[in-house]
Nanobody, 124 residues
Framework: QVQLVESGGGLVQPGGSLRLSCAASGSGFSFDAMGWYRQAPGKQREFVATITRDGRTNYADSVKARFTISRDNVENTVYLQMNSLKPEDTAVYYC??????????????????WGQGTQVTVSS
């Protein structure tokens, strides 16, 4: 059973930094893509950043140049370095991981996993 456990959230002042970590356990494989999503109060969960197995990254426009996603494929861990944090970054941050496999029929299947989330609060 795959579990994703986030850590590193907390309370930080505007302009501060946090580094989130998400460690996957119970998996005997590497994920094709790992990433971060967030959900602010009263809003839908939104995309933040993803990174593929080979290191290709994608960021939401709102976090570009401020956030950096990285991963350790050996440890099956994904990180999110968050700099220059703003109050609007306040949200529960969720770790996500995808694994794409090919069935014997030739069809592709995607397994998707989510963590329980970690709270990030940016406030003075």
């Amino acid at each position: 059973q795959v579990q994703l456990v986030e850590s590193g959230g907390g309370l930080v002042q505007p302009g501060g930094s946090l580094r989130l970590s998400c460690a996957a356990s119970g998996s005997g494989f590497s994920f094709d893509a790992m990433g971060w999503y967030r959900q602010a109060p009263g809003k839908q969960r939104e995309f933040v950043a993803t990174i593929t197995r080979d290191g290709r990254t994608n960021y939401a426009d709102s976090v570009k140049a401020r956030f950096t996603i990285s991963r350790d494929n050996v440890e099956n861990t994904v990180y999110l370095q968050m700099n220059s944090l703003k109050p609007e970054d306040t949200a529960v941050y969720y770790c996500n991981a995808d694994r794409r496999t090919r069935a014997s029929s030739g069809a592709y299947l995607t397994q998707n996993y989510w963590g329980q989330g970690t709270q990030v609060t940016v406030s003075s």
